[in-house]
C-alpha cells in the first residue's frame, strides 16, 4: 500500500479510536500508551529537522551561488511569500466580513496564555532575529531563521571560494546531505503509526463538543483556508509552474496528510522535501533553497487565520473596525507571518500583535483557544502546501519544466 494510503487510513483510525476513547472515558490507552508514541514519533522528526535543513540550505546556496543566481532566486521567492501570503490574508478578509461569524456569538472567554513575552516587541524588531549574534547558540536552540540565514551565507561564499578547498567543502556539505536523506527514509517509514498516535491524541483530548459554540467561526476559517487552497495556489501552480495542480497535490499527499496531523511545518520539512526531490521534477538546488526557507517564514495558512480571528474577536466584542484598521490587521499579520518565524507559541504571538496593532483586547485571545488545535493542523496543511508550490513557482520562473510522478509509492 502507498505510504499516503497509510497514512490517510491511520488519521481515520486515530480519530476514531481518540473519540471512542474521549466518548467512554477510557483514555488509558491514549494516556499511556499513544501520548508517549506520538511523543517519540515527534522527537524523531525534530531530531532530522536542523541538521535536514543546514544540509539542504548549503547544498543548495552553493548550486544557486556557484551559478551566480543567487539574488535573482531568492528574489524571486520572497516576492512568490509576500504574494501568496498576502491573497491568503485578503481571502480570509473578505470571508470574514462576508459570514461575520463573531456577530450575536456567545461563546465562553477561555484564560488567555500567560508569558508571552514577544508580544510587546515591534514587527521590526522580530524581523532583526534573522541574523544570529551566535550562530551556535541558535543551532543549540533551534532558532529557525537564524540557522537558515547563517547556511545561506555560508553556501554562497563556499561557492565563492577559491579551490582546493570549494572542492573538499562542497563534497562535505554533499556527503552530509546525502545521508540525512537516508536518515530522513528511515524516520518516514515510522509516519503512519506517528500519525494514528498524534490523531488518537488531539481527538481524545478536545473532543467535537468544542465546535458548537465556535462553528460559524471555526467554518470562515475552513472556507477561507479551502479558497486559498483549492482555488488560488492551484492557479500559481497552473499559470506560473505549468503543472496541473491535481498531479502535483498527489504527488505531495504524503507530507500534506503529515502535517495535518503534526500541526508543525518544521517537523513536516523532512517529508517535503523528500517528496518533492523524488516525485518532482523541481531540481534540488531550488528545493533546497525555498522549502526550507518557506517553512520557517511562509505562512499563508496562519496568516489567513491570524486576520480572521482578529476579525471575530472583534466582531464578538462589539467592535467595528474601520477600513484603514482592517488594512492595518493586514498589514501586521503579512509581516508578522515572517517575524514571528521560529518564536515558541509563533501563532499566538502573531495574534497578540495584531491585536495590539489595532487596540483589541489582548484577552480576546481566549475566546479562540478551544478550536486552535484543529485548525491549527487546517492552517499548517495549507502552509506546507504553499511552501511545496512556491518551489514549483520558483522553479517554472527559473524556466524549468516541472513534471510530478503520481504513479510510484512513497
Not at 51 to 71: D, K, Q, W
Request: hydrophobic residues 55%; glycine residues 8%; negative net charge.
Amino acid at each position: 500500500m502507498k505510504l499516503h494510503n497509510q497514512i490517510f487510513l491511520a488519521i481515520i483510525a486515530g480519530a476514531v479510536t481518540g473519540w471512542a476513547a474521549e466518548a467512554t472515558g477510557q483514555l488509558w490507552v491514549v494516556n499511556n500508551v499513544l501520548v508517549i508514541v506520538a511523543d517519540l514519533f515527534l522527537r524523531l522528526l525534530k531530531m532530522i529537522v536542523i541538521p535536514l535543513v543546514v544540509a539542504s540550505v548549503v547544498t543548495g546556496a552553493i548550486s544557486v551561488g556557484m551559478e551566480r543566481g543567487a539574488g535573482r532566486m531568492l528574489g524571486q521567492t520572497l516576492g512568490y511569500y509576500i504574494v501568496s501570503s498576502l491573497l491568503a490574508i485578503l481571502t480570509g478578509l473578505f470571508l470574514v466580513n462576508l459570514l461575520q461569524p463573531g456577530v450575536g456569538a456567545n461563546v465562553p472567554l477561555t484564560a488567555a496564555p500567560t508569558g508571552l513575552a514577544a508580544a510587546d516587541q515591534s514587527v521590526a524588531d522580530l524581523v532583526t532575529r534573522m541574523i544570529p549574534t551566535n550562530p551556535v547558540s541558535a543551532l543549540a536552540n533551534g532558532e529557525m531563521l537564524p540557522i537558515i540565514f547563517f547556511s545561506l551565507i555560508i553556501g554562497i561564499f563556499i561557492a565563492r571560494t577559491d579551490d582546493p578547498h570549494r572542492s573538499r567543502l562542497v563534497e562535505l556539505a554533499e556527503a552530509g546531505y546525502q545521508v540525512m536523506l537516508k536518515l530522513t527514509h528511515f524516520v518516514i517509514a515510522f509516519t503512519p503509526i506517528g500519525v494514528f498516535a498524534l490523531l488518537a491524541k488531539v481527538i481524545a483530548q478536545t473532543g467535537f463538543d468544542v465546535f458548537v459554540p465556535l462553528g460559524w467561526y471555526a467554518l470562515t476559517v475552513a472556507l477561507a483556508l479551502a479558497a486559498h487552497a483549492i482555488i488560488t495556489l492551484p492557479l500559481l501552480l497552473k499559470f506560473v509552474a505549468g503543472i496541473d495542480p491535481r498531479q502535483y497535490a498527489r504527488a505531495l499527499a504524503t507530507p500534506l496528510l503529515t502535517a495535518f496531523s503534526t500541526a508543525s511545518s518544521a517537523a513536516t520539512l523532512p517529508l517535503t522535501i523528500d517528496a518533492i526531490q523524488t516525485r518532482t521534477t523541481v531540481p534540488d538546488r531550488v528545493s533546497g533553497f525555498v522549502l526550507p526557507l518557506g517553512a520557517t517564514v511562509n505562512m499563508d495558512g496562519t496568516a489567513l487565520y491570524e486576520c480572521v480571528a482578529a476579525l471575530f474577536i472583534a466582531q464578538v466584542y462589539g467592535i467595528e473596525l474601520s477600513f484603514a484598521q482592517q488594512m492595518m490587521v493586514v498589514a501586521t499579520a503579512l509581516l508578522a507571518s515572517i517575524g514571528a518565524a521560529g518564536i515558541p507559541m509563533a501563532g499566538l504571538v502573531m495574534m497578540s500583535i495584531i491585536l495590539n496593532a489595532v487596540g483589541l483586547p489582548l484577552e480576546g485571545i481566549g475566546l479562540i483557544l478551544a478550536v486552535d488545535r484543529i485548525l491549527d493542523m487546517m492552517r499548517t496543511t495549507v502552509n506546507v502546501w504553499s511552501d511545496s508550490v512556491g518551489a514549483a513557482v520558483v522553479a517554472g520562473l527559473e524556466g524549468h519544466e516541472i513534471v510530478a510522478d503520481t504513479g510510484e509509492s512513497q
